[in-house]
């Protein structure tokens, strides 16, 4: 289970739980999220079936998604055969959330365990604001006001001194979307970041 925006989601499997991570990590436009919301009947090949997806996600820009987490092994199977069902089968997905009004989305392992955006979700969801001081928040923010528009958390630990630890905090403003630190290297003492 994984609680996004005060609502507990199920998991099924690490991948799953790790997709979910990074969702509520690094997604701040999610107004719904559903765990199995809806099931559907697709055809594939000719055989009505009963399809039950992951997730639906509804966005804030009215976008509507079914997702379906699973491995990239799951989609190619042990045989070019299978592959091909797996494919047909996907496609079948895709059409009957689109029939219903929802974008679709298959999230594979191969697109969930990127590096550093895994280790980044994590941290920030290990340092969620509610483990931080209001005083902590209330002097990060001040001295937040001073820095330049790019910074760096090892500025930000220059203002502050050394009663509070800037990068808890700096992970924790990010969170609350007063700053954004740069996804594209593993957060660290040494991290850039924008004020938003």
């Known amino acids: 289970m994984v609680c996004i925006g005060r609502k507990l989601i199920?998991?099924?499997?690490?991948?799953?739980?790790?997709?979910l991570m990074i969702t509520d990590a690094f997604t701040r436009d999610i107004t719904e999220m559903n765990d199995k919301?809806?099931?559907?009947?697709?055809n594939v090949r000719g055989t009505v079936r009963t399809w039950e997806p992951h997730y639906m996600i509804a966005h804030s820009d009215g976008?509507?998604?079914?997702?379906?987490?699973h491995t990239v092994a799951w989609l190619m199977g042990k045989s070019d055969a299978y592959a091909a069902y797996k494919r047909d089968l996907v496609d079948a997905m895709a059409d009957a959330a689109s029939h219903a009004?929802?974008?679709f989305r298959l999230v594979t392992d191969e697109q969930v365990?990127?590096?550093?955006?895994?280790?980044?979700?994590?941290?920030?969801r290990r340092h969620l604001p509610t483990f931080g001081?209001?005083?902590?928040?209330?002097?990060?923010?001040?001295a937040l006001n001073v820095l330049p528009s790019k910074s760096s958390v090892a500025d930000l630990q220059a203002?502050?001194?050394?009663?509070?630890?800037a990068f808890v905090l700096s992970l924790q403003l990010d969170w609350l979307g007063h700053?954004?630190?740069?996804?594209?290297?593993?957060?660290?003492?040494?991290?850039?970041?924008?004020k938003v």
Do not use: C
């Not at 976008?63 to 987490?69: D, N």
């Not at 365990?113 to 920030?124: C, E, H, I, M, T």
């Not at 203002?159 to 630890?165: A, C, I, N, T, V």
């Not at 593993?186 to 970041?193: E, G, I, K, Q, Y």
């Open 159 to 165: 203002r502050l001194g050394r009663r509070f630890d």
């Open 179 to 194: 700053l954004r630190l740069d996804r594209r290297t593993a957060f660290s003492r040494a991290s850039t970041f924008v």
């Open 133 to 142: 001081t209001p005083e902590g928040h209330v002097a990060a923010l001040e």
């Open 63 to 69: 976008l509507r998604e079914i997702v379906m987490v």
């Open 37 to 42: 919301p809806v099931s559907f009947d697709i």
């Open 101 to 103: 009004g929802f974008g």
């Open 10 to 19: 199920g998991a099924r499997s690490m991948l799953a739980f790790n997709f």
């Open 113 to 124: 365990y990127v590096q550093p955006r895994l280790a980044n979700a994590k941290l920030l």
